[in-house]
């Protein structure tokens, strides 16, 4: 049986945006799934479009994915030569001709095709005249004018298409550069391409790509066209629905495990399953699976699928990809991956939706000095709060170790000697350790600064409210 091979081609006109990274996904997957082999294929024909530095967005992206390619990457520009030898062969065979109508001839034609309310397709003039090659000749295809072309397609089934609506479309321009339809044809040919996954955008060009692999007496690929994905108002999908570039996810903050478990279940799926690990989606992606409705695109249900992966990944897992937004924050850190920074990031992430908000979450344990939050200060940071504090220092100053139970019984002390509740002590104690109201258990905090930042952060709260006292003394 021969191995599947699918393939990616994008063209550099820009960043890889979600639609056509889901599409790099399902071939990828499919690929690895059936123990194929992926190709990268860069179609760049589009010359004044096209650009060195889309391509390297493109790779970043892909990278980043983790989506690997076995041949390529193959650039369209760096293959005319190929293509010419190919529309040599067509016009030899006679599938193809040369065609030398001026484009005001064209449009002429076209204008009273639409007035007669019929489709506007080239009339044939040149199609039997055996024309030789000459300059400002297109090359067109000939293509059969009666019957039907039917798409058999693995997700849409059967798609059946008169020949009489297709006309002699150009498969080479008058500059000598080849079209889409025939180098996409030529490319999956001569690469061995025999599934070809992609957008149901393209359904429409492909009777002519089926017409040109019989014209060329070549095995067609196995076709599937996946649904486009929509935005929640079932609108097609664009930047006010989230559909930013791929890279842009990366900068936000979201794991790229995540953004492709919630890219493949946009269309597929395995039962109710909605959290899968890289692993599971290459065991069980089948083209059978992929639904026949457009996906729709659910930011909040990537937020949460992103803030289970990070859950579910270890420390060690995440710092790769914590580490950036970490050194935005220009934190002092000789080595990020101590036993403490571990236990700090074990303990934030399940807390944290995203590794922005995870790398904000660490910064009571990496900044020297805690930055109050106005409110927070406000709040818990008055005189009331002074005694408290000053008796919790005297208790955690004393204690011979910082174990849990002992840290209890300090905070029990102080709550029986002052009358107060837990959260009338451990509140203005939060804010001194972490300038906010919101982190993990108090107890997990001191923890996690240990002793002498503990006891400073603290003896510094005292002072903050002292000052703030004199202040309102002394007016």
């Not at 479309?169 to 889409?180: H, V």
């Not at 790398?359 to 109050?372: D, G, L, M, S, V």
């Not at 009331?384 to 204690?399: F, R, T, V």
Request: with cysteine; aromatic share 10%.
């Amino acid at each position: 049986m021969q191995p599947v091979i699918t393939r990616f081609p994008p063209s550099p006109t820009g960043h890889l945006h979600i639609g056509g990274a889901r599409t790099a996904l399902f071939n990828w997957l499919y690929a690895r799934h059936m123990k194929g082999r992926f190709v990268l294929r860069i179609e760049d024909t589009d010359t004044a479009r096209s650009t060195d530095e889309s391509v390297q967005t493109i790779f970043d992206a892909l990278n980043w994915l983790g989506i690997d390619w076995d041949d390529g990457p193959y650039y369209q520009t760096r293959r005319l030569d190929i293509y010419r030898e190919y529309i040599d062969k067509m016009v030899s065979a006679g599938h193809a001709y040369y065609c030398t109508c001026p484009p005001e001839r064209l449009d002429e034609m076209r204008k009273k095709a639409m007035a007669a309310g019929a489709k506007p397709k080239y009339d044939g003039t040149c199609r039997n005249k055996d024309l030789p090659a000459s300059e400002n000749a297109v090359v067109r295809f000939k293509a059969p004018q009666t019957g039907t072309t039917i798409l058999h397609d693995v997700i849409k089934g059967d798609i059946v298409f008169q020949n009489s609506e297709l006309d002699d479309f150009i498969i080479q321009r008058s500059d000598g550069m080849p079209t889409y339809n025939f180098v996409v044809v030529v490319d999956d040919l001569t690469m061995g391409i025999n599934t070809v996954i992609r957008g149901d955008d393209h359904v429409n060009n492909t009777p002519k790509q089926i017409l040109l692999y019989q014209a060329l007496g070549a095995d067609l690929p196995v076709f599937g066209h996946v649904p486009m994905v929509l935005g929640q108002d079932r609108a097609r999908l664009s930047k006010r629905h989230g559909a930013m570039a791929v890279t842009a996810y990366r900068e936000m903050g979201f794991l790229p495990d995540a953004l492709v478990n919630f890219l493949v279940r946009l269309g597929w799926s395995h039962g109710d399953q909605e959290f899968f690990t890289r692993k599971e989606l290459i065991e069980y992606f089948t083209l059978e699976n992929i639904g026949k409705s457009p996906g729709v695109f659910n930011q909040e249900k990537l937020l949460a699928l992103n803030a289970e992966h990070i859950r579910h990944s270890t420390p060690r897992q995440l710092l790769p990809h914590l580490r950036p937004f970490l050194d935005a924050r220009e934190f002092e850190m000789a080595d990020p991956m101590t036993p403490a920074s571990e236990k700090l990031i074990e303990t934030l992430s399940p807390r944290s939706k995203t590794l922005e908000e995870l790398a904000e979450n660490t910064r009571f344990f990496y900044e020297a000095e805690i930055q109050y939050e106005e409110k927070a200060a406000k709040k818990f940071l008055k005189p009331a709060a002074l005694a408290p504090l000053e008796q919790i220092y005297g208790q955690l100053e004393s204690l011979p170790d910082f174990e849990e139970k002992a840290l209890e019984d300090a905070f029990r002390a102080v709550m029986e000697s002052s009358g107060l509740k837990l959260g009338k002590i451990a509140q203005p104690v939060r804010v001194a350790l972490t300038g906010k109201t919101v982190s993990p258990g108090i107890f997990e905090v001191i923890a996690l600064i240990g002793r002498s930042k503990t006891l400073n952060r603290i003896q510094t709260a005292i002072e903050f409210i002292r000052h703030k006292m004199d202040k309102e003394t002394n007016g």
